[in-house]
């Protein structure tokens, strides 16, 4: 299964990789450190000479100072600069991710008829057309799929043991958002739900829920549906290539 895609702007890529082009292959870590230690071990234990106007104890005394204060900065600098790893990049290209709009699409089907060939949609207010059921996509993508069963269980009606769920594809895509009047990024997951246990009342053509207009629509009749095309037909092309 794909995970959440990213999208960036090959502009704000490259200022992210030139801003941080002084951490990316820091490999210093602990190294200044145990130079500076070896360093001590060897001067602490080492033989010394008078040396200009410095006594042989007062030079040796000096060399000892001086490793001292390079282990000292090796272990600054060892927990200040920590290793810049490609998590560390990768997380900063997630925060400048530009899909705003991850949702997942679940598909579910007539399968409580012989010849399942109708998908449940519903009646959407801010974009004014029938839409398939969508759920905003959680980053874990286990975590998403449980989330689509609770919230199925929740609007229909049914239990969650009732309830399957198949992935099929992800899609990245620019489209119209009818809601807000501009063009937007989507990334479109889909799923398939098998409800083993359909309610009776939600067998009709149509039926309402909690408000919500849920409709039993076949392909065909969806292509038919002038609204719904010229505001989605991207996912049902999706559906179509996937489901049937």
């Known amino acids: 299964m794909e995970e959440n895609l ?18 990316i292959g820091n490999t210093n870590g602990w190294e200044p450190f145990i130079t500076a230690f070896i360093f001590f ?14 006594s042989a104890g007062i030079f040796k005394g000096l060399v000892v100072l001086i490793s001292c204060i390079l282990m000292i900065r090796g272990i600054y600098l060892a ?10 990049l990768y997380t900063e290209m997630k925060n400048q991710n530009q899909i705003k709009h991850p949702f997942s699409i679940v598909v579910v089907k007539n399968e409580f008829e012989q010849y399942p060939d109708r998908f449940l949609v519903y009646y959407d207010s801010r974009w004014k057309c029938r839409l398939f059921l969508n759920f905003r ?12 069963k609770r919230a ?9 043991s009732d309830i399957k769920i198949d992935y099929k594809n992800t899609y990245l895509h620019k489209k119209f958002s009818y809601s807000d009047q501009c063009e937007k990024w989507y990334e479109h997951t889909i799923y398939q739900a098998h409800i083993s246990h359909m309610p009776e009342t939600e ?10 207009q849920y409709f039993w629509m076949s392909l065909p009749e969806m292509e038919r ?7 989605n037909s991207d996912i049902v092309s999706f559906v179509k290539q996937l489901v049937i």
């Open 41 to 54: 071990i060897s001067s602490a234990f080492a033989t010394y000479q008078p040396w200009w106007i410095f």
């Open 152 to 160: 199925l269980s929740n609007e229909l009606q049914v239990d969650m």
């Open 79 to 88: 927990v200040k600069d920590r290793k810049y790893t490609y998590m560390d």
């Open 6 to 23: 990213v999208l960036l702007d090959q502009e704000q890529l490259r200022l992210l990789l030139k801003s941080n082009a002084s951490k």
């Open 137 to 148: 996509t959680q980053q874990d993508m286990t975590e998403n799929e449980e989330k689509i």
């Open 225 to 231: 549906d002038q609204i719904m095309m010229e505001k």
């Open 203 to 212: 067998q009709s053509d149509s039926f309402v829920i909690n408000g919500r």
